[in-house]
């Protein structure tokens, strides 16, 4: 039996010879198993990616299911760039970056974490982080006994990153630098990144700055996500 991801696959299929072996385990460990997986060779493993996953997830977002079909085109792209790594699994090595635009309560966060959820079902070996700016900023300011620059490091570095709420903390120049400094790396080195920002396309470079808005402009594919706020209740 081969080991890994199976190249070119669906992150949103799974085999039909594995599916209700899947899904038993996902219910086995108590996961939401409405989205099959297209892995039929290490079900296990990735059952208990998904089962760590879910201990970082807050509680809103642990079902969250990434269903724009741009994102899902994105997903796909992660998929069919994933390499090997030492045991043979795939991961992400390089690949596209995400922006995620559209005003507050359209489901940006939501499918943000769909789509880390949405990978780790697909088979991809995956560490990732999310943060938000402001909880960026707050993280970088000076104090005694905390590594900042260890924290901007682990950040800058790691294979997948959700920069979330892009723009909406106060700006300054020294939280521009910041900003500057992790998209510059993420930029350089190619590493998938999903930014969400509540900014319309036009104002980034105003609010960002010309050095940022300039490597998302190349780094990145677009999403607009358009509606309601979700969060407020309808009549």
Known sequence: MTTGLRRHADPLQVGAGSEQRVLRILAERGLDPA????????IDRIADALALAEQRIPPRYRSAVADHPGITAWMRQIVDDACPGPGGTFGIATGPSLLIAGTTGTGKTHQAYGAVRGLLRAGVRL??????????????????GHDTE???RELSRCPLLILDD???????EWTEELTYRLVDHRYEYMLPTLFTTNLPIPRIRDVLGDRVASR???MTDRVILTGPDRRRPTD
């Open 166 to 172: 892009l723009g909406a903390a106060k700006t300054s």
């Open 150 to 152: 260890g924290e901007m």
């Open 216 to 218: 998302l402009a190349e």
């Open 35 to 42: 989205r099959p997986l297209n892995a039929d060779d290490d």
């Open 127 to 144: 560490r990732w982080n999310k943060i938000t700016t402001a909880a960026l900023y707050a993280a970088m300011r000076p104090r005694q």
